[in-house]
């Protein structure tokens, strides 16, 4: 353990860059039959504002 220990010490010390921030990403919805989460976007499936991750998983929220 004191040979890593003196390992460590001996390392030059690097000044640390803080990061760039992180560009928010697209927005996400959560499929309310499945769980699945969907990119909301132009031309996907929705009902108001209840996104869908596919055909079937719409005609069983409309079915409800």
């Known amino acids: 353990?004191?040979?890593?220990a003196a390992i460590v010490?001996?390392?030059p010390r690097v000044a640390?860059?803080?990061?760039?921030?992180?560009p928010p990403g697209p927005a996400v919805a959560v499929?309310?039959?499945c769980g699945m989460e969907v990119?909301?976007?132009e031309g996907a499936l929705q009902?108001?504002?209840v996104y869908f991750c596919?055909?079937?998983c719409l005609a069983?929220?409309?079915a409800r």
């Not at 353990?1 to 890593?4: G, H, I």
């Not at 640390?16 to 992180?22: C, G, L, M, S």
Request: hydrophobic fraction near 50%.
């Open 9 to 11: 010490a001996a390392r």
């Open 16 to 22: 640390r860059v803080p990061a760039a921030p992180v």
């Open 60 to 62: 069983a929220w409309r």
């Open 47 to 49: 009902a108001g504002e």
């Open 39 to 41: 990119l909301v976007e």
């Open 31 to 33: 499929d309310p039959v």
């Open 1 to 4: 353990l004191s040979v890593c």
């Open 54 to 56: 596919g055909p079937g």
